[in-house]
Structure formats: structure tokens, C-alpha cells
């Protein structure tokens, strides 16, 4: 009896946020569709393990933070204290409904679901098949294999099924990056683990200067946790506008976390009592050492490539484990794509979605745009938050195709929402003139802290990836009173007219 086969158009290999998109899109545009994930439940590390759930805890605790800020206008509360076990519902109870809304969307989609993991990609020798125009299988493996169609409800199948499709996209995601030579063990843990604590800690060390270090700093530091934060230069986020940088290091320092700049970490201490040991240089002195009941290891994410079946199908990599494609997705195996956390550049879920469609319509022969980089919006969801869209002054300034580079500053708590926030923030325009445009200021970045930074960027998105020329953004009208006047009163300052700034 031979292996059990199924035929699709395309067959897809991981179901977070860029494999999903592009199962929905293709199906939308009549392909049949195999999408394959090994964990028991779709959406990937965004939806199970990283943007959802741990959004689910920073809403919590930015209520306490409204708590703590209410005897200052007025208001007189308190907080008797985190009921863990109905804060645990909460963060299920959000993921569970995403994740069982997204399986309903790929079964009325029609997408064919198969649970169990591939292991192995390979072209079908001779021509493709006349009639599917499969040329390209897929083994899956399980314990059994399990198909999931229309009726939502499981079918199990054999232990190994082999799917033949015309079309294959990678979409295998990425996982927490441990220290150098130090493994995650006991009190040392990554994300995942983090957000699924049970309590959170009296204490912590977190490592890190990124999106996910910053989140987990401001959310365990509103609860009331002792939060020292390690950081190897002299600010967060130090990859962003350096104006937007240092305020945020500014902000969670005024809160209470303890960033220390400049460390090096060369060892951690988890032995067999609670907790664990950073042993860290600071700006190359002697070695120093700080003990947290937990400490947190974020210092970026490594790409899900290391699979034998893909080299052997013809699949290459970077040095840094990322797959080597053009700038539509295509590998250098014939009809093989990729997408998400596995194509360099920003590890972020909206960048996949767009990734997923535009192979899906790539492969569709649609004829998309590749996605641009430059107009993918980054965010970081801490107290205030921090979001940027576009080029930084010193990237706009480095371009040779760019003239006129200026960077415009607006003072944040000149916005009266800004100021009864509470908080402080930063805004900053990026404008110059594109070779092809001479004369023509365009918006080139935008670069926000602010509590609402996150809707902000929205807009700024909009006008740095249409080219929208500066005097026209500056013309558009913003209501009043809100955070939004923020991103106007900055263009219109940009743009030599400033209103209620100098």
C-alpha cells in the first residue's frame, strides 16, 4: 500500500501570519490550498506565542497604570492587587478566540488544513503532472497526520502523507534567540516562557534593547516588578531615530525600570536555588552581577531554516540562516517562495500579511508590487509606546538618491492630550527631495513616541509610502484636541509654517 498523496495548487508550510495570508488570498483568487503547521493551534508565534498574548497582559497592566496616575487628577483609587488566575483567562480567552476565528476563516475559505510537520520537500521527477500541474511534493508527518476541511473537525490520516502542489511557500517562522553560549535553562528563559508564567516575578533582569526586551520592562514595571534592564549601548532601540531612542530610555528610566547602558553579558548563574545570576562587563570594566527571580533573554529572533529538506530541494540561505529570494518572494528553487520571519528584514507579523498576498498574487501571475521595507511600520506597545515608519535622517541623509534631507523636531507637550497624558514623547519628520522630484519635499519618515503612537503611524504610513509631497500633508486637517495634531502641528513645522510651535 503506498504513501497516502493529495494534489493541491499550492501547499503551504506554516500557518502564522504570513502563511495564513497568503492560504487566504490564494483561495480567494480560486487556488486549492494545503496550508501545514506542525503546533496544535494556527496563527503562529504572533497569534499563540508573541503579539496577541502578550498584548493581552500590556492592556491589563496599563490599567494599572491609569490606577496609579488617578490621585493625581483627582481620582481617588487603588489597586488591591493582580488576581493571577483570572488574568491567565483573559490572555487565553483572547487567544483562543483569535485563533478559533482564524480557523473558521481558512475552513469558509476552503483551505484544506493539515497538522503534522514537514519533512521533506522534493520536485516530482519528470514533467508536472498535466492535469493538477502539480510539480513539487511535501511529506507530512504525524502522529497521525490530521486533516482538517470545511467541517472544522479533525480527520486523522496516515503517519505520513505526501502533498503534490504546482506552488510551494515557506513560511516556517522564527524562534527566541538565546545568549551566546548560554543555553535557556531554569531562570533563564525566552519570550514564550515569559508569557506564559503563571505569576509574575518580584524581581527580573532582562537582556535586551529591542521591541520585546522594552515591552516586557514597561508591562512587569507597572505590575510592580523590580526590573533592571541590560542594554549594550547607551539607549533602547538603538537601531531607531536617536531623538525617539533616548526619549523612550528617558521614559522607562522615570518609571522605575533600572537601564543599565553599555553591558556585556558573559555569564548567567541558574543553579539550583530560585532564580538566577547575570555576571555582565559594563563599558569593558570589571565584571559586575545582578540577581532577578527571572531573568529574560530578548535579544532578537533566529529564522526556522535549519531543515535538511531544504537544501536538499535546493533552497539557500544567507549567513544568518535567512533564505536567499527575490524581491517577490522567490527562492532559487523552482516555484519555491518564502515569506515572514524567514526572508530578512522586519521580523513583523503586518510585514508578513503583505508578504503572504503579494506571493499569492505573484504566483496568481497578478503582477504585485514587492513589499517596500521603508513603508513597513515598526511599534513597540510600552508605556508610552514608540512606532516609526520610513527613514531615519542618517539613512535619508546616506541615500544618493535623496537632497535637501531635513529632520524636524515638534515639542510633544505643547499637545494638550500630550500633556494630560502624563507622559513624555517625541516627534520627529524626516522630508527631502527625491533625485526624479527635484524641489518637491516629500514626507520620507516618521519617527513617534507617544501613548498612541501605535494608531498614529497609521497616517505617517500612508504619506511616506505614497510619496505624498510635504505642503500637501501639511494642508491635510487634523481634529482638535487630540494625539493626531501631534503628526499635523510636525508637518506643518516641517514645512516652514508652524502653527502653535516655534
Known sequence: MGTMTEQFDIAIIG??????????????????????????TLGGTCLNRGCI????????????DTVHRAAELGVQAHVDGIDYGTLRDYRRHVVETMTG?????????????????????????????????????VTVTGNPVERFRKAQAAEPLDASVVIE????????????????????????????????LDEFPASAVIVGAGAVAVEFASMWNAAGVDVTLLIRKDRVLSGWNRRTAATLTRELTRQGVKVVKGTAVTRVDTGANL??????????????QVWGEIVLAAIGRDPNTRFDWLARAGVTLDDHGY???????RTHAPHVWAVGDIVAGHALAHRAFEQGVTVAESIARLDPKPVDETTVPQIVFSHPEAACVGLTGQEATADPNLNDVKETAYPML?????LMSGVGGAMTVVSGERAD??????????????????????????????????????RLIHPHPTFSETLGEALLKADGRPLHTR
Open 165 to 196: 502542489a504546482g506552488d510551494v511557500i515557506l513560511a516556517t517562522g522564527a524562534e527566541p534567540r538565546p545568549l551566546p553560549g548560554i543555553p535557556f535553562a531554569g531562570a533563564l528563559i525566552d519570550s514564550t516562557q515569559a508569557l506564559e
Open 275 to 288: 532564580g538566577a545570576t547575570v555576571h555582565y562587563t559594563r563599558d569593558g570594566g570589571d565584571e559586575q
Open 101 to 137: 476565528g482564524l480557523a473558521a476563516l481558512l475552513a469558509h475559505r476552503g483551505v484544506t488544513v493539515f497538522h503534522g510537520a514537514a519533512t521533506d520537500l522534493r520536485e516530482i521527477a519528470g514533467t508536472a503532472d498535466a492535469e493538477t500541474g502539480a510539480n513539487l511534493a
Open 414 to 418: 505643547g499637545n494638550a492630550r500630550m
Open 437 to 474: 522630484r527635484p524641489d518637491v519635499p516629500v514626507v520620507l519618515g516618521v519617527h513617534i513616541v507617544a501613548p498612541v503612537a501605535s494608531d498614529l503611524i497609521a497616517e505617517a504610513e500612508q504619506l511616506v509610502g505614497n510619496r505624498v509631497p510635504l505642503a500637501e500633508a501639511a
Open 323 to 329: 533564505v536567499a529570494c527575490d524581491a517577490l518572494g
Open 15 to 40: 500557518a502564522g501570519p504570513g502563511g495564513y495570508a497568503a492560504a487566504l488570498r490564494a483561495a480567494e483568487l480560486g487556488r486549492s490550498v494545503a496550508l501545514i503547521e506542525r503546533d496544535a
Open 53 to 64: 498574548p502578550s498584548k493581552a497582559l500590556i492592556t491589563a497592566t496599563h490599567t494599572i
